[in-house]
Nanobody, 121 residues
Framework: QVQLVESGGGLVQAGGSLRLSCAAS????????MSWYRQAPGKQREFVAV???????NYAGSVKDRFTISRDNAKNTVYLQMNSLTPEDTAVYYC???????????????WGQGTQVTVSS
């Protein structure tokens, strides 16, 4: 199974910045889109940002112009640069990737374990 490991979370003051990383490992033939989701206490998991294998991006309205998603295909790693953070950004951030483990294998969805981001006021 493909494994995703997030890192870079922590405690930051409002207005500060943080960069999250997510590295994919295992038997990987191809990775398509890589995404970030987050889940705040008492709320459902929500979409944050996505980047395709070709570099096209899309963001949730709540983070647009503040967050930037990028990827390093050679390292099978996706990043999320978060600027101008507010307490509303506090959540567990999860990495998701759609990947296949072989030419004749279907694309499957994989999730990371999550990394905590806490923004103080």
């Amino acid at each position: 199974q493909v494994q995703l490991v997030e890192s870079g979370g922590g405690l930051v003051q409002a207005g500060g910045s943080l960069r999250l990383s997510c590295a994919a490992s295992g038997s990987i033939f191809m990775i398509n889109a890589m995404s970030w989701y987050r889940q705040a206490p008492g709320k459902q998991r929500e979409f944050v940002a996505v980047i395709t294998s070709g570099g096209s991006t899309n963001y949730a309205g709540s983070v647009k112009d503040r967050f930037t998603i990028s990827r390093d295909n050679a390292k099978n790693t996706v990043y999320l640069q978060m600027n101008s953070l507010t307490p509303e950004d506090t959540a567990v951030y999860y990495c998701k990737t759609d990947a296949s483990q072989g030419r004749n294998k279907p694309l499957l969805r994989y999730w990371g374990q999550g990394t905590q981001v806490t923004v103080s006021s």
